[in-house]
């Protein structure tokens, strides 16, 4: 039999403060020196499930261990086992390099508990969401009807945006949507989800410049509506995951007011580049789009998990979202007062809003400025410097801080089988000898490397360095 609690004494899921705070130093302590020790570590650690299992695979214990113990296994045999999205050598798929007060908000979120679902839950975090998030507003040049809410990341803010862009059209029977054949491939799984059926998520192809073809979407559509079909949402890339390409947005969202169109932009990894004049100048049209994903988890230097959806105009994501079952009565205060819980997907909702506004309190716009710029920047010098290199090619010119190219070494006269099993063997070697963490693509169907340069912390060394090494990896798998 389990007698009850009996006051006065810790419940056996308690600590007193001393071991609570004895941990936490202790853990505080552990994470410091992981982030100090990385730039020297490789960007890289992973295993096969053969591997770990004998590390890991045990019963839940019944009776517990000492907590100190704990930590340090957690902290020795478990967490480095793990991509360093965070070194500044790593290059591979999209970067995230969160700052301190970002990682110390998610702590203070999770030890305040903050249940951010509703105002009544949640009024001080829920003004800040608000401020939070109409600082976004500004940046993208939205009217003050917009809103939004954070989402565990673009994936969800997607899926947020085209629940909202299929009830604003009626949600009429044979919806299609329309995204370039660039599009990450979590839009057109969004689009499932939200009941769209695979032949009904059309693929625009893209134009030389991976961007979307406006004639070729302007006739899709045009048959499509002939045929019977009900187009419900546009997406335009801000930035695709492959090469960096922006769709022509203006174009775009041109076309989508004609026709009476949702736009949604996927801005996941390019969006806060809108804080860099070359951003600005790229995105040129944003602010007209009905509803854009943004991850501050990528270019706004926060932890996972930190995307964010904005919406031009937020009643719309408010009727598709909002529900008043009798058991939470209590939570209605009012428009003037969002439950964020109406905004999207998540009722129970940590307080991502808080790690923004830390590290931009702490750090300042104008330090996130020059972080974002030092990816632009450090790309636009990758490019230059491989259009010098008599080894390497470029395979599409930097954009938004990613730049491809592969070897190819213009004294040699190389077929297309060698070329990309000498790239692949010169990838392996990159991240087998630890020199950094870099993934591949195709382009055109043709096997790419390529560099994604997000870390405030990364610099030209970093970036000059390895790709001298691709060079030489590359001529010695090709003369040797
Ligand atoms: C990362 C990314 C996504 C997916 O976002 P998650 O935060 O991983 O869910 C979608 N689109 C683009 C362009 C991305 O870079």
Redesign the pocket.
């Known amino acids: 039999m389990t007698s009850p609690k009996e006051d006065g004494v810790l419940s056996e899921l308690q600590m007193s403060p001393d071991q609570m705070l004895d941990l936490a130093r202790r853990a505080a302590e552990l994470v410091v020196q992981r982030i100090h020790e990385l730039p020297g570590e490789a960007a890289w650690r992973g295993g096969s499930r053969s591997e770990l299992e004998p590390l890991m695979r045990e019963d839940p214990p019944e009776e517990g261990r000492p907590a100190m113990e704990v930590l340090e296994r957690a902290a020795r045999e478990i967490l480095p086992v793990a991509g360093r999205v965070d070194h500044p050598r790593f290059f591979a ?2 970067p995230s390099s969160p700052t301190w007060p970002g990682v110390l908000a998610d702590f203070m979120a999770a030890g305040h508990n903050i249940f951010q679902g509703t105002w009544l839950g949640a009024s001080g975090p829920s003004q800040l969401e608000v401020v939070v998030l109409d600082w976004f507003r500004d940046w993208i040049g939205y009217p003050e009807t917009a809103g939004g809410l954070f989402t ?7 899926l947020d945006g085209f629940v909202a862009a299929r009830e604003a059209a009626g949600h009429p029977e044979r919806a299609t949507v329309y995204m370039s054949d660039q ?5 057109s799984r969004a689009a499932t989800i939200v009941g769209i059926r695979p032949h009904c998520v059309r693929e625009v192809k893209s134009d030389a410049q991976f961007r979307m073809d406006m004639a070729e979407l302007r006739r899709m559509i045009a048959e499509d509506r002939a045929a019977g079909f009900s187009p419900i949402a546009i997406c335009a ?1 801000a ?3 492959n090469t960096g390409a922006v769709d022509p947005l203006a174009d775009i969202a041109d076309y989508c007011e004609a026709e009476g169109i949702w736009l949604h932009v ?5 969006g806060f580049a809108i804080l860099t004049d070359t951003g600005k100048a790229l995105f040129r049209g944003l602010e007209r789009a009905d509803s854009i ?1 943004m ?1 501050a ?2 270019w706004l230097f926060q932890p ?2 930190a ?1 964010c959806l904005m919406v031009k105009d937020v009643r719309k994501l408010e009727e598709a979202f909002s529900v008043h079952p009798e058991y939470l009565q209590d939570t209605q205060w009012g428009t003037d007062h969002p439950n964020f819980g109406d905004r999207g997907l998540q009722l129970s909702r940590s307080f991502r809003a808080l790690k923004v506004w830390m590290s931009i309190q702490t750090f300042g716009m104008a330090a996130f400025r020059r972080a974002v710029g030092n990816g632009i920047e450090l790309a636009a010098q990758a490019d230059a410097y491989i259009r010098a290199s008599t080894t390497i090619q470029i395979a599409n010119p930097a954009s938004l801080g990613i730049v491809c190219f592969r070897v190819n070494p213009v004294d040699m006269d190389v077929d297309v089988e060698t070329l990309e099993r000498v790239n692949k063997a010169v990838q392996a070697r990159i991240i087998g000898e630890n020199v950094a963490m870099m993934s591949s693509t195709r382009l055109r169907g043709l096997y790419s490397l390529r560099l994604c340069i997000l870390n405030h912390t990364t610099t030209w060394t970093d970036v000059r360095e390895t790709l001298e090494t691709i060079e030489r990896f590359g001529r010695e798998a090709l003369e040797g």
């Open positions: 798929f999209v565990s990341g673009g994936s969800a803010a997607s599009s990450h491939t979590a839009l890339n930035g695709t995951t996927d801005a996941a990894y390019g994903a991850d988890h990528k996972f998990e995307g």
